[in-house]
């Protein structure tokens, strides 16, 4: 072995052992995950996409910097430190879908390279990892939001009266006689406008994040879905509803969650 020959390799090795050092695994997870600053969008400024997306960029580099020098052991605590401390989780969608392109663009390179099956067979199970996360991050994320609009779908759907000339008065229950219920009467109602408000808020947010259209419109059309479903269980509970004015109200109401939808391209909202 030449002097040259020799001094590159003991580069090499210096490299992998550096990449194989647990501090600087612990310190990727730290800067880049655990402790990374989020940019937060705004009405006022566009986060450029390289703002939103440089974790995977820079994660993916190590990736393939680690899989060049054969650090799969390093590789795999990488991988698993992002999976356990993902949060945030529309700014990881986008992060993890960057990742699993970066993933499979190495995959596809190594595959050309022959006797390789050991790199090919590592970005393979990386591949498998990655959806995993992302599958996890996006249900973990459609509970909380499932959960936060059915709050505000029956106040919207059912109780909203905005045709004027056709409001029906509520009616007063029982319970109210003896208070109940009179705390909230100085706090304002959700109504169709909030509704409205709260899912051009959503689309924009998942926009901001630079949210893959496949998802974003997965995340729409599921939202949807819960406004339909949850108000018109509520509805077969409301015998005093059936009357021709409390008809017209919903109808509109619901009218107005059509023209949303088909505004932002999803069809009627059914």
Known sequence: MTPEERQKADELQRQTKLL?????????RTDLIADLHIPEPSNDMVIPREDILFPSHLIGFLIVTMLQHDSTFSLQRLVNHTIQDHCRPLFWLSNVHELICI???SFYREAKIPNNKSRTNTLRRLRIELNALQSDVLTA???DLKR???LISVPAILDSQELPGLVEEEQTSFWSMFGAGGADEDQPKDDIKTLKVFLSDLD??????????????????EVIRVVGITSFNALLMRRNFSSFKRGFQIQYNVTQVEEWCKL??????E
């Open 20 to 28: 194989d050092n647990a501090e600087l695994i612990e310190e990727i």
């Open 103 to 105: 993933a499979e663009s």
């Open 148 to 150: 936060d609009v059915a």
């Open 204 to 221: 924009q947010i998942m926009g901001a994040y630079y949210l893959k259209g496949e998802h974003r419109e997965h995340v729409m059309t």
């Open 264 to 269: 932002h391209s999803l069809g009627d909202g």
């Open 141 to 143: 994320f459609l509970e």
